[in-house]
């Protein structure tokens, strides 16, 4: 299959032949459908273009998505089952609940996740939704610490427990701790717990579909451990997710699927890159729902 820069000539090369249809949607289009053509399962990528678009709304998983998903799943035959190419940087908590409930009601529990490259915070929740998870050498999920205003929850419940013992070992301290929790309105902390329960709740209720009770708690505790992982941010590999205990698959180990997943995921690089789009969410057959950079003033 073509690398990242064949993909790109390809792309030329289908402009000059076809004017009137974008070059970019044609060559994206015509290798997802061969990964669907080498699973013989339904496919559909929801892409991000938060990488090309930092500074762009609507990249992060919300409510309009259930939009993309609904078009995307439309008319597909269910029984044959979903894979899932997910390329994200997490989103709204509650936006990601309501996505997997309507997969699992669209699928049940048939849902593949492949991940081309990095799927983070609520993209790793829905990776970790699934029966098992595709993973390359290069691809990683996040921690699913929730995180409020970009604060992560689990740093400021740590903040406030370590303010407690400075002050209870010496009263002194309290003066300075004052100005740095004066910063949080009065309701925060309890806020941060609640979308810490919240999240580790959604979890454990989605592992318990493809694991013990026992292999839930461990893998809730890997990935929600603030103190572990150190960083919302953080990308952990794919050796780590198997030590972990997720049942993930080498993306290696079937070279043709490799290949397809690959230039499928450098075509969807060089749209966001040559255009607007900020989120694809388009299926094998080359329906699609894409939004737009908003360039209104």
Request: charged content about 25%; aromatic content about 8%; proline content about 4%.
């Amino acid at each position: 299959m073509p690398n990242w820069n064949e993909v790109l000539q390809e792309i030329h090369l289908e402009r000059q032949k076809n004017s009137t249809v974008n070059p970019l949607d044609v060559v994206r289009r015509k290798y997802l459908k061969i990964i669907s053509d080498v699973t013989k399962r339904n496919t559909i990528a929801y892409y991000s273009g938060w990488l090309q678009h930092p500074t762009a709304s609507d990249t992060a998983i919300n409510d309009k998505d259930k939009s993309g998903f609904m078009l995307a799943i439309n008319k597909l035959d269910r029984k044959k089952g979903l894979d899932l190419l997910l390329h994200t940087p997490g989103g709204d908590t509650a936006a990601t609940e309501s996505l997997v409930d309507y997969l699992y009601s669209m699928f049940s529990n048939d849902i593949r996740v492949i991940v081309p490259q990095i799927s983070m915070s609520g993209g790793t929740m829905i990776a970790i939704a699934s029966k098992e998870i595709i993973m390359g050498n290069h691809s990683n999920l996040g921690p699913i610490d929730p995180q409020i205003g970009g604060i992560a929850c689990h740093a400021v419940l740590e903040e406030f427990k370590q303010a407690k013992d400075d002050v209870r070992k010496n009263v002194n301290y309290a003066a300075l701790w004052q100005v740095i929790i004066g910063k949080y309105h009065p309701t925060f902390l309890g806020t941060c717990q609640q979308a810490i329960d919240w999240s580790k709740r959604m979890v454990k209720e989605w592992l318990s579909r493809n694991y013990t009770p026992d292999e839930v708690s461990r893998i809730v505790d890997i990935f929600s451990d603030h103190s572990e992982q150190k960083s919302h941010s953080r990308h952990i590999s794919k050796q780590e997710c198997k030590n972990a205990g997720l049942k993930i698959v080498d993306l290696e180990s079937d070279p043709s699927l490799q290949d397809a997943v690959l230039t499928t995921h450098h075509a969807f690089m060089h749209t966001f890159s040559n255009t607007l789009a900020v989120k694809i969410i388009e299926n094998q057959n080359g329906v699609a729902y894409i939004e737009q950079v908003n360039t209104k003033p």
